[in-house]
T-cell receptor, first 112, second 117 residues
Framework: KNQVEQSPQSLIILEGKNCTLQ??????????LRWYKQDTGRGPVSLTI?????NTKSNGRYTATLDADTKQSSLHITASQLSDSASYIC???????????FGRGTSLIVHP | GAVVSQHPSRVICKSGTSVKIECRSL??????MFWYRQFPKQSLMLMAT?????????EQGVEKDKFLINHASLTLSTLTVTSAHPEDSSFYIC?????????????FGQGTRLTVV
């Protein structure tokens, strides 16, 4: 069964600090992995997308890593801002059919 | 990136009435759209896959007669919640995929908060 596990479930940090979110998956065959940011009451917005040949990808203060051997990914947020408070969702797609498997998300709260 | 517009963002309806949610791809043709449901602090749950010009494919446990999906054009898919009840209150999100193969990516609508009273 395809599964995506995220940790921690929730995280509270002070503004300006860095943080790292984790994603472990058992999706097979692997197609791509994406990180999304979902603000409360809004649809998810894509941050990064990585295929099996990519180890790292950055989008501003967001840097995602992928280890296809251990089936792990991380999302690192640098110099956090209050607007980073949201749910971060890891999504892994399998094969060529696209149907994605969603993680439960990590709820991040950035305090001033 | 591609833009998917979902409307309305919020709707409150009486129990027993029907509600239609629209999902439009604004700058690309969407042959396939996906409809999700999300409960508070839970992950998105795929309800159905909508293909232009054909019947939607529903996930196990999703009532196709209750959640009617129409995908009559390449830019519009609709989800109608028929005879809504309070337990149908949830956050509904549509998405469409772009790209091919390994670079396939999903873009999501803004979501619709449905409250049935």
């Amino acid at each position: 069964k395809n599964q995506v596990e995220q940790s921690p479930q929730s995280l509270i940090i002070l503004e300006g600090k860095n943080c790292t979110l984790q994603c472990n998956y058992t999706v097979s065959p692997f197609s791509n992995l994406r990180w999304y940011k979902q603000d409360t009451g809004r649809g998810p917005v894509s941050l990064t997308i990585m295929t099996f040949s990519e180890n790292t990808k950055s989008n501003g203060r967001y840097t995602a890593t992928l280890d296809a051997d251990t089936k792990q990914s991380s999302l690192h947020i640098t110099a956090s801002q209050l607007s980073d408070s949201a749910s971060y969702i890891c999504v892994v797609s399998s094969g060529g059919s696209y149907i994605p498997t969603f993680g439960r998300g990590t709820s991040l709260i950035v305090h001033p | 990136g591609a833009v998917v517009s979902q409307h309305p963002s919020r709707v409150i309806c009486k129990s027993g009435t029907s509600v239609k949610i629209e999902c439009r791809s604004l700058d690309f043709q969407a042959t396939t759209m996906f409809w999700y449901r999300q409960f508070p602090k839970q992950s998105l749950m795929l309800m159905a896959t909508s293909n232009e010009g054909s019947k939607a494919t529903y996930e196990q446990g999703v009532e196709k007669d209750k959640f009617l999906i129409n995908h009559a054009s390449l830019t519009l898919s609709t989800l109608t919640v028929t005879s809504a009840h309070p337990e149908d209150s949830s956050f509904y999100i549509c998405s469409s995929k772009t790209g091919t193969g390994l670079n396939t990516e999903a873009f999501f609508g803004q979501g619709t908060r449905l409250t049935v009273v």
